[in-house]
């Protein structure tokens, strides 16, 4: 079972959607893949579907690895894709990866360098290449399918990628290139997401909707009322509610599971287990009000410690969280133990200090509650915790990092967040994902506009590496524009400067007349480094 899955909690209803997911898995068992994505809003029960196709698959002899999307912000590139490498790594032994691997070792030590602790012989890693995404994404897409497929041959598999609206550009790119490759391999593959959440980005939406295509969508609506009764019926112990309370339960909250089970849960706990006739007194009014019923019982230092953890994310380590609270981890352990005894996070692994608040929007209840100099605070103090652990080696951590210098912003350390968005960048690049360089240099320019003393030569640099990265990404319209804009920066500062700085000046007006004349004629081009 995943951790920090409902497994154990009760299954009411979606017979038809089980059921299309169990025609999918006989398919994938039988070497037919199949791709299922799962959309509806927080709390409908998109997971706890997965949970219970899980059951099945196993049942069936299938293996299951899942991959949560990051949804605190500051995933490293393909990091759903690196978690999947890892499980399916962890699960066999080391000769049976080395064929696994094949002739891809170099490809997929982009993703997961840890293959190279059971595998020293791989290659070296591949030079950096030049900025032509289409082309040389290509290898490190075919060899992340074809492992997966050989992973599949000897028994089917079964992928879960949860929270696909919080996943980054390049992870989605490797998914639809995934889904048009998967004849003949006995793969299942499940994505769940958020869909409004995830078409407030063109792009992402347009991405899952392509991939929905290819397989399947199903998209989940709220619980009629005779499937709310018979949650609520199993949640008493039997006892069957009244119909006034269920037709209370359906307009309050249009059926989502998860807002149903909270009242219930908080109204079996007030009247000692038995089931009111009705819903009296003071009601939620949204799912985040009735988080927070749930929250109340918990101690002032018990909260404290969960709004840090918040945000963190979704998923939290415990050296993190205590770094950043500045606390001994025994004593924020034993505070987090209140509020796993609750329900509110759940062990990740028991032989790992590692949590995850049992549903996102618990998390994002606490972090909206937090004001922003509050958010800003914490943003610093994990920022700084992070440096302070992984100080050896911070680029796996690059992204997350910058993400929470870049929150912390105004409230100090603007250099330094522009610093880490530049070299998340650069290591988005180094991995292909051009897309996710691309947000780091625009959050770049964002936080340097706030300096007192804004470096005209920094923001010209900035503009430049953005330019680039969106012409590696074909977002060609925007590379012409930032270009364009770069150079006029730079014409109108360069007179007054050295030679160097006005031989960049050239460069960036010679690079926006080329993006402007290419991209009139219809020419396909990229940008490298001058």
């Given at each position: 079972?995943?951790?920090?899955?409902?497994g154990?909690?009760?299954?009411?209803?979606?017979?038809?959607?089980?059921?299309?997911?169990?025609?999918?898995?006989?398919?994938?068992?039988?070497?037919?893949?199949?791709?299922?994505?799962?959309?509806?809003?927080?709390?409908?029960?998109?997971?706890?579907?997965?949970?219970?196709?899980?059951?099945?698959?196993?049942?069936?002899?299938?293996?299951?690895?899942?991959?949560?999307?990051?949804?605190?912000?500051?995933?490293?590139?393909?990091?759903?894709?690196?978690?999947?490498?890892?499980?399916?790594?962890?699960?066999?032994?080391?000769?049976?990866?080395?064929?696994?691997?094949?002739?891809?070792?170099?490809?997929?030590?982009?993703?997961?360098?840890?293959?190279?602790?059971?595998?020293?012989?791989?290659?070296?890693?591949?030079?950096?290449?030049?900025?032509d995404?289409?082309?040389?994404?290509f290898?490190?897409f075919?060899?992340?399918?074809?492992?997966?497929?050989?992973?599949?041959a000897?028994?089917?598999?079964?992928?879960?990628?949860?929270?696909?609206?919080?996943?980054?550009?390049?992870?989605?790119?490797?998914?639809?290139?995934?889904?048009?490759?998967?004849?003949?391999?006995?793969?299942?593959?499940?994505?769940?997401?958020?869909d409004?959440?995830?078409?407030?980005?063109?792009?992402?939406?347009?991405?899952?909707t392509?991939?929905?295509?290819?397989?399947?969508?199903?998209?989940?609506?709220?619980?009629?009322?005779?499937?709310?009764?018979?949650?609520?019926?199993?949640?008493?112990?039997?006892?069957?509610?009244?119909?006034?309370?269920?037709?209370?339960?359906?307009?309050?909250?249009?059926?989502?599971p998860?807002?149903?089970?909270?009242?219930?849960?908080?109204?079996?706990?007030?009247?000692?287990?038995?089931?009111?006739?009705?819903?009296?007194?003071?009601?939620?009014?949204?799912?985040?009000?009735?988080?927070?019923?749930?929250l109340?019982?918990?101690?002032?230092?018990?909260?404290?410690?969960?709004?840090?953890?918040?945000?963190?994310?979704?998923?939290?380590?415990?050296?993190?969280?205590?770094?950043?609270?500045?606390?001994?981890?025994?004593?924020?352990?034993?505070?987090?133990?209140?509020?796993?005894?609750?329900?509110?996070?759940?062990?990740?692994?028991?032989?790992?200090?590692?949590?995850?608040?049992?549903?996102?929007?618990?998390?994002?209840?606490?972090?909206?509650a937090?004001?922003?100099?509050?958010?800003?605070?914490?943003?610093?103090?994990?920022?700084?915790?992070?440096?302070?652990?992984?100080?050896?080696?911070?680029?796996?951590?690059?992204?997350?990092?910058?993400?929470?210098?870049?929150?912390a912003?105004?409230?100090?350390?603007?250099?330094k967040?522009?610093?880490y968005?530049?070299?998340?960048?650069?290591?988005?690049?180094?991995?292909?994902?051009?897309?996710?360089?691309?947000?780091?240099?625009?959050?770049?320019?964002?936080?340097?506009?706030?300096?007192?003393?804004?470096d005209?030569?920094?923001?010209?640099?900035?503009?430049?590496?953005?330019?680039?990265?969106?012409?590696?990404?074909?977002?060609?319209?925007?590379?012409?524009?930032?270009?364009?804009?770069?150079?006029?920066?730079?014409?109108?500062?360069?007179?007054?400067?050295?030679?160097?700085?006005?031989?960049?000046?050239?460069?960036a007006?010679?690079?926006?007349s080329?993006?402007?004349?290419?991209?009139?004629?219809?020419?396909?081009?990229?940008?490298?480094?001058?």
């Amino acid at each position: 079972m995943y951790p920090g899955s409902r497994g154990d909690r009760l299954f009411v209803g979606r017979e038809r959607e089980l059921e299309e997911l169990r025609a999918g898995l006989r398919d994938a068992v039988a070497g037919r893949g199949r791709v299922f994505l799962i959309a509806g809003e927080g709390g409908i029960g998109k997971t706890r579907l997965v949970d219970e196709l899980q059951g099945e698959a196993e049942r069936a002899g299938a293996r299951v690895r899942w991959a949560r999307c990051w949804e605190g912000g500051g995933a490293p590139a393909f990091w759903p894709w690196t978690v999947l490498v890892r499980a399916v790594a962890e699960g066999v032994d080391d000769g049976r990866l080395a064929t696994l691997v094949g002739s891809d070792g170099a490809q997929l030590l982009t993703l997961e360098p840890g293959l190279r602790r059971r595998l020293p012989a791989l290659p070296p890693l591949p030079a950096p290449p030049a900025h032509d995404s289409e082309h040389t994404r290509f290898p490190l897409f075919d060899a992340v399918t074809g492992f997966l497929r050989r992973a599949a041959a000897a028994t089917p598999l079964l992928l879960v990628l949860d929270d696909l609206h919080a996943a980054d550009h390049a992870s989605l790119l490797l998914l639809a290139f995934l889904v048009r490759d998967l004849q003949g391999a006995a793969l299942l593959v499940v994505g769940t997401y958020r869909d409004a959440e995830a078409h407030r980005d063109a792009e992402r939406g347009g991405l899952l909707t392509r991939i929905g295509r290819a397989g399947a969508r199903l998209p989940l609506a709220g619980w009629d009322a005779a499937e709310t009764a018979a949650y609520v019926r199993a949640s008493a112990a039997g006892a069957v509610p009244d119909p006034a309370l269920v037709a209370q339960l359906q307009h309050l909250t249009e059926g989502n599971p998860f807002f149903i089970d909270e009242i219930i849960r908080l109204r079996l706990a007030a009247g000692g287990g038995r089931l009111p006739v009705a819903l009296v007194g003071p009601l939620p009014g949204s799912l985040r009000a009735t988080v927070r019923e749930r929250l109340r019982p918990l101690s002032p230092a018990c909260l404290r410690d969960l709004a840090a953890a918040a945000v963190i994310g979704r998923e939290f380590d415990l050296a993190v969280l205590s770094g950043a609270l500045g606390a001994d981890s025994a004593a924020v352990f034993a505070t987090l133990g209140e509020a796993e005894a609750l329900g509110v996070v759940v062990r990740r692994d028991h032989t790992l200090p590692r949590f995850s608040f049992a549903h996102a929007l618990i998390r994002e209840t606490l972090y909206e509650a937090l004001s922003a100099g509050e958010r800003a605070a914490w943003h610093r103090a994990i920022g700084t915790a992070l440096e302070r652990l992984h100080a050896a080696d911070l680029t796996p951590y690059l992204d997350e990092i910058a993400h929470h210098f870049a929150h912390a912003a105004p409230d100090g350390g603007l250099d330094k967040a522009i610093a880490y968005d530049r070299r998340a960048a650069a290591h988005a690049a180094s991995l292909l994902a051009y897309e996710d360089a691309v947000p780091h240099l625009e959050r770049a320019l964002r936080t340097q506009a706030l300096c007192a003393s804004a470096d005209a030569t920094t923001e010209l640099g900035l503009r430049l590496q953005l330019g680039e990265m969106q012409a590696a990404a074909w977002r060609l319209d925007a590379a012409r524009a930032t270009l364009r804009g770069a150079g006029a920066l730079a014409f109108w500062f360069a007179g007054a400067h050295d030679k160097k700085e006005q031989a960049i000046a050239g460069t960036a007006i010679g690079l926006a007349s080329v993006v402007a004349v290419g991209r009139s004629a219809g020419l396909e081009f990229v940008v490298t480094e001058a």
